[in-house]
Nanobody, 114 residues
């Protein structure tokens, strides 16, 4: 299984970005999808995730600003980010839970300038 993330980049504070991550390979359905992020010198943290039945969970730092969604037919997860802040600067990693196993994307860098 391979995950390909896209959509990162440089944006000014207050701006928006949309990340996408598509999984390919022998998947046969996922148990959940989501996004984590890691800033330099910090631990990886949950940004948002969505279960196979559509229940969503968000990290406290992004609640009300980020929205996670998924397309099970396309094995794709999205992250819509608005009102971005400099502290959102990090490498964002998509994550799929497939038959109890973790699969990670390669990471996409989001930089928010002040």
């Amino acid at each position: 299984v391979q995950l390909q993330a896209s959509g990162g980049g440089l944006v000014q504070a207050g701006g928006s970005l949309r990340l996408s991550c598509a999984a390919s390979g022998p998947i046969f359905g996922t148990d959940g999808m989501g996004w984590y992020r890691q800033a330099p010198g910090k631990q990886r943290e949950l940004v948002a995730r969505i279960t196979k039945i559509g229940t969503t969970f968000y990290g406290d730092a992004v609640k009300g600003r980020f929205t996670v969604s998924g397309d099970n037919a396309k094995n794709t997860v999205y992250l819509q980010m608005i009102s971005l802040k400099p502290e959102d600067t990090a490498t964002y990693y998509c994550h799929f839970l497939i038959r109890g196993r973790d699969a990670w994307g390669q990471g996409t860098l989001v930089t928010v300038s002040s």
